[in-house]
């Protein structure tokens, strides 16, 4: 039974602004809620200018008031989901010469303790305590934490207003207390030299995005740091790595099409960066070292689902490049771990991941794999490079992560750890399965879904359909304790592996992007479409949710389908689509032309983005529920974005909703930080989706 709803607040203010664009006048009525200070907004929230301010607070006052009924569901959403959390957890220890780093959890604590022991049995020592760092702050989010190489500093990042602006301090270990150095505006990476007396970090620029490397020595003043390399493209982005060796420092520089790679020697106190590769276009690579040679995961001759090629340190160019592991299309390799007589990959095929291992003398293979229908597979990262020891971390739908020591010679598997699930969890108990929808075109699109087993698949059972499908990232298969609060209300949780991901190899990304973009939201439709045609829910009970570019998805599918499905959820939407990629300043805008297309030098790109964007195709229809949720300091996807999208849906659907929309003013793209404070954050999402399947707000129950 619907719920009487309380009043939306009064309609958002209209102040048309206008402008022509290849020939085309485009009237934005919402474009003042973009403060003209955003920038100063990202570093200080308070200077937020107080008409926008008043508009957030209404919206979020509504919100909750939209919602009330649904505060004794949502505690006992948090309550299910914390007694899942073993609260005084400890991660496997990962070993770098004499001492085990570790990290762990109290009981209670919402971040990370950073700690370690010696082999010897002496007692362990916290290195740096989350909690205590996090005491008071309505935001903390530790970035990166790194010990030095003579074990006697400890450098971490952390960001204090969810801006991702990070401040780098370092901790003397021997005194327990940080030193004077503090290194702000970073984009919170960090490598340190051999000698323990410097680090390389990425600082940000004026515009919020990672554009020079710098050194910084300790003791010094960080205004005198040494510039390392500057890239004045604002279309690249730059990143700092060890590798694995620990031998150099990598600075990838990147858009969404190419990459180059420049090696620092760690060694060398005064380093200036070594060239690979340069950059050309299409051209994607990335570098390991190994004793006088590199082993490079690259695209490199027509190898869309990447290669590994060996090259002379020496003489590391690209005609100097050897094929090692061949190209094989539709089996995409993802990443690579390079040992000292062992090379191992990461490669998806069939959607499905599998890890293989390459002796170096004998050029013998053999892989690791599950029997799983869907599953999650990774290599962990590992201090120590002169080891036979591989981890690797292993999950399903149905199954907790899994941590295992593999043993590269001998081909021993150790588990070290199971995550424990404190209330209880029997994997048999549920099932996973993998779909696979037809599209429109004739591709088959891959669909993961979970359910319990005693459930009645009798056709009417409510859907949580998530989705993503941008910029080459996969969703995994992968286990969540949170979700099982839903898939335990009879939800069946599936996921649409859409065009746009790199699920089905380099070529599913590129049929999701750019001009293909469309295929992304017609493969969510068409994945939505085959669950009710397999019998397994009925159109109007399905809820739909993503986040970021995935929220450009839910938009663009609820403009095609609205009747489809029975609420949305839209987390950090990226729905403005065609005014933030006209609005070079911001700190995406030029980088994500390579991803959507740039509309203000490509008619045909203008016209493509103006079709589907959110913002712009909402029309006069019945719209479902809707909860949009945003943050006030969010670099990528804008506070605006949502707000925007709020006030227009509101202004022109004809019935329907409610639309409400959540700013979160304390946090950015990513949320709440602390581990129990995202259980807030879900248990909200989570009961407004049973609240739709339930009729709470008029939709069909």
């Known amino acids: 039974m619907a719920n009487r709803l309380p009043e939306p607040p009064p309609p958002i203010q209209k102040e048309f602004e206008t402008k022509t664009v290849h020939g085309v006048a485009i009237a934005d009525e919402y474009a003042w809620l973009k403060a003209a200070n955003w920038q100063e907004v990202l570093r200080d929230p308070a200077a937020l200018p107080a008409a926008i301010r008043t508009v957030i607070d209404a919206e979020n006052d509504f919100a909750a008031r939209a919602l009330e009924t649904q505060e004794p569901l949502r505690q006992a959403l948090v309550k299910e989901m914390r007694g899942r959390i073993k609260e005084d957890d400890a991660e496997v220890p990962l070993r770098d010469g004499r001492f085990l780093y570790y990290l762990r959890y109290n009981e209670g604590g919402q971040h990370p303790i950073f700690c370690r022991s010696e082999e010897d049995g002496a007692a362990a020592a916290t290195l740096l305590d989350g909690d205590a760092e996090g005491a008071g702050k309505i935001f903390f989010d530790i970035a990166e934490a790194r010990h030095s190489p003579d074990h006697r500093k400890f450098a971490w990042s952390a960001d204090e207003n969810g801006s991702e602006l990070h401040a780098i301090r370092v901790r003397d270990l021997d005194q327990g207390r940080d030193g004077a150095d503090i290194v702000k505006d970073t984009d919170g990476s960090l490598v340190w030299t051999a000698d323990s007396g410097s680090f390389y970090y990425v600082r940000v620029d004026e515009h919020h995005r990672p554009a020079a490397v710098f050194r910084h020595r300790l003791g010094e003043d960080p205004s005198t740091d040494a510039l390392i390399f500057e890239e004045r493209d604002p279309r690249w982005f730059i990143h700092v790595r060890r590798s694995q060796s620990g031998a150099f420092g990598i600075i990838s520089v990147s858009d969404h099409d190419a990459s180059e790679c420049h090696l620092l020697d760690l060694h060398d106190p005064a380093a200036r960066p070594r060239l690979i590769e340069p950059r050309a276009p299409g051209l994607r690579y990335e570098v390991e070292h190994c004793g006088d040679q590199l082993h490079i995961r690259a695209n490199a001759d027509g190898a869309e689902d990447f290669k590994i090629v060996v090259a002379p340190l020496a003489t590391p160019a690209k005609a100097f490049w050897a094929d090692e592991i061949g190209h094989k299309p539709g089996r995409m390799i993802i990443a690579l771990s390079v040992f000292p007589e062992y090379l191992v990959r990461l490669e998806r095929e069939e959607g499905l991941p599998r890890i293989v291992i390459r002796c170096f003398e004998s050029g013998e293979e053999h892989a690791v794999a599950f029997a799983e229908e869907a599953y999650s597979l990774s290599i962990n990262e590992r201090l120590e490079f002169d080891t036979r020891l591989l981890r690797f971390t292993y999950s399903s739908m ?304």
């Open 398 to 701: 149905t199954t907790p992560r899994e941590t295992y020591d593999y043993d590269l010679a001998t081909g021993a598997r150790v588990l070290r750890k199971r995550q424990t699930i404190p209330s209880g969890h029997d994997p048999a108990a549920y099932v996973t399965r993998r779909l696979f929808a037809p599209a429109a075109d004739g591709e088959l699109v891959p669909v993961s879904i979970l359910y319990r087993r005693d459930l009645p698949l009798e056709g009417s059972a409510p859907v949580l359909l998530y989705g993503y499908g941008a910029y080459g990232h996969p969703t995994p298969a992968s286990f969540s304790a949170t979700r099982l609060s839903l898939v335990d209300r009879g939800f069946i949780y599936a996921i649409a592996h859409v065009r746009g991901g790199t699920e089905k190899g380099w070529r599913w990304y590129v049929g999701g992007k750019l001009a293909n973009k469309p295929h992304s939201f017609s493969d969510f439709v068409a994945a939505a479409r085959h669950l009710i045609a397999t019998g397994l829910t009925k159109e109007g009970r399905i809820v739909i949710q993503g986040g970021s570019a995935g929220g450009m998805l839910m938009g663009a599918a609820v403009n095609l389908a609205p009747d489809l499905f029975a609420g949305v959820i839209a987390d950090v939407p990226f729905v403005d689509v065609l005014n933030t990629m006209l609005d070079a300043e911001l700190p995406l805008t030029p980088p994500e032309w390579l991803e959507w297309g740039n509309p203000i030098t490509d008619a045909e790109a203008f016209a493509a983005i103006r079709s589907y964007s959110p913002y712009d195709n909402i029309v006069e229809r019945r719209y479902p529920p809707i909860l949009a949720l945003g943050g006030l300091t969010d670099p990528r996807v804008t506070y605006w974005e949502p707000l925007k999208w709020t006030a227009r849906l509101r202004a022109t659907m004809t019935g329907g909703g409610p639309i409400l929309c959540k700013i979160n003013t304390g946090a950015g793209h990513g949320g709440a930080p602390g581990r129990f404070d995202r259980l807030q954050d879900a248990a909200l999402q989570y009961a407004f989706a049973l609240a739709c399947v339930e009729g709470a707000f008029g939709a069909p129950a």
